[in-house]
């Protein structure tokens, strides 16, 4: 993640008390960052044009034509790099891999409002770590957990390493294996045809939403490229 300092981050809610209410908890996880508001899709285009946006939380039901969905689509259809986090008040599993099949690198219920859930689902998000909803979480051969926990294990500890680790780190920003490609100047068919079997290896999952979700399900911690690892070479780093 960004330097608290230097984060900027849009909170796009249709109702105005709710919004207020994000803008709090939000404030309380990270007092120094930049938070901008938006009511509409077109209120948070305008604010996405504007300038740069590391975060953003987006309310899937904004009451009008367009959705927050398809803001998620904006974003990605344009590669920018807006960490996006969808909120509904449905935690219905489809429609969180609906969510994270559109580029979603999270999906918070608004109903978790109990024992400071919703806090411990920012805090998550802002560690860097993936949050999904426990009805999202059971696969099979795994149950859901009874509560969804805190990012607690290193990428690294389960073998994830080197350019593999760049890899997840930008699946979990959401990124197309094109932008990734892009990213890490290397061919799309590397990242389609190598590394991401490769993590799917690791985690014992077949698609990249099922990815995510065993992700969150771990509390797997995917840490921030350092300063200039986007810079890199196609014959840089490890596997």
Known sequence: MTDAAQLTILVLEDQGLVRAGMRELIRIAQPRARILEAASYED?????????????????????????????????QRQIETRAIMLSGSAERQLVLDCLNAGACG?????????????????TVFQGGIFVPVTAMARDGFSAPAVTPRPSVPAQSLGVS??????????????PNKAIASKMQVEEGTI???YVP??????????RTELLV????????????????EAGTKAGGGR
């Open 44 to 76: 948070a285009v305008t604010q996405l044009e504007a300038g740069r946006v590391d975060l953003a939380f987006i309310d899937f039901d904004l009451k009008s034509e367009k959705t927050g969905l398809d803001l998620l689509h904006y974003l990605r």
């Open 107 to 123: 999906y918070i219920p608004k109903d978790m409002s109990s024992d400071g859930l919703f806090q411990r689902a920012l805090d």
């Open 198 to 207: 490769k993590l799917f290896r690791i985690f014992q999952v077949t698609r």
């Open 192 to 194: 389609r045809k190598d």
């Open 162 to 175: 080197g350019r593999c680790l760049e890899v997840l780190y930008y699946l979990c920003q959401g990124l």
């Open 214 to 229: 065993e992700v969150s399900r771990r509390g797997v911690i995917v840490p921030p490229l350092p300063a200039g690892a």
